[in-house]
């Protein structure tokens, strides 16, 4: 979810923004004159983001290419042998 203030309002709110972008997939975008400026987001985001971003800018290929199998055959609904459903897990740990 993103939401969009002022430079003013980001000023004034600072602490309670802050307490908001903490929340998983929170955004703010912070405008000035108009125009958006910046992005405050959690740091745990902003940590996802970077490394995303370099996963994606790495030249050796292999890495990208790994990922984006693995989320093709989970979509399909494949799985290796020695995966274990989450239920199964769960029982298995008695959680």
Known sequence: MSKTVTASEARNNFFAI????????????????GHPKGVLMSIDEFESWMETMEIMADP????????????AEMKSGKRPKDTVNLDILKKKLKL
């Open 18 to 33: 802050l307490h908001e972008v903490e929340t998983p997939g929170v955004s703010i975008v912070i405008t000035y004159e």
């Open 60 to 71: 050796d290929v292999t890495m990208r290419q790994d990922i984006l199998g693995g989320i």
